[in-house]
C-alpha cells in the first residue's frame, strides 16, 4: 500500500519540482531521441516508395493513390508524438516529463529531417511562405505536438497507476 499510495503521491507532484530530477531530464531526451529518429527513418522510407512508385517522376497532385504514403507518414508523426509522451510519462510517472519528450521528439524530427529527408520528385505545387504563414504553421504544429504528447503522457500515467494497483 505504501508504494502505491508514494507513486500517486508522485504523480501529483509539481511541474517545477518533476523538471529539477535528473532522471526527468534523461527519461526525456532518451524517448524524445528514440521516437524523433525513428519517425525520420519512417518518413524516408515512405518519401523513398513514393519515388519508387511514381518513378520520381510522377505529379502526386494528378495522382492521389501515390500520396497514401505520405498519409503514412503523417499517422506515424501521431503515433511518434503520442508514443514519446507516453513512454517519458510512463517511467517517471509524471505527465511533464512526456509533454516535453514530445516537443523534442518534434525538434530532433525537424532538424534531422531538414538535413537527411528524401525528397519527392516530379512536379510540386508552388509554395509560398510569409512570416505570417510560417507563424500560423510554427502555432499549430506546437500546439498538435503539446495536445498528443499531453493525451500520451496522460494515460502513459494513468495506466502504469492501474497496473500498480493491480499488482498489490
Known sequence: MAALESSTLSS???????????????SIAKWGAIT?????IFANLMNALV?????????LTQNLVF?????GS?????????????QAARERTHVAPGVLSSVLMLVIAQVVGHF???SLGGAQPKTTTTLGTALVSLVL???LTLGVGYMG????VKNKLKAMAQTR
Do not use: D, H, K
Request: with cysteine; hydrophobic share 55%.
Open 36 to 40: 524523433g529518429f525513428g519517425y525520420v
Open 12 to 26: 501529483r507532484r509539481a511541474w517545477s519540482v518533476v523538471l529539477r530530477e535528473r532522471e526527468s531530464w534523461l
Open 67 to 71: 500520396a497514401l504514403p505520405i498519409c
Open 153 to 156: 503522457a496522460f494515460y502513459g
Open 141 to 143: 504544429g506546437l500546439a
Open 116 to 118: 537527411f529527408m528524401v
Open 74 to 86: 503523417f499517422f506515424a508523426l501521431f503515433f511518434a508524438l503520442y508514443t514519446a509522451g507516453n
Open 51 to 59: 519515388n519508387l512508385l511514381t518513378g520520381g517522376t510522377g505529379n
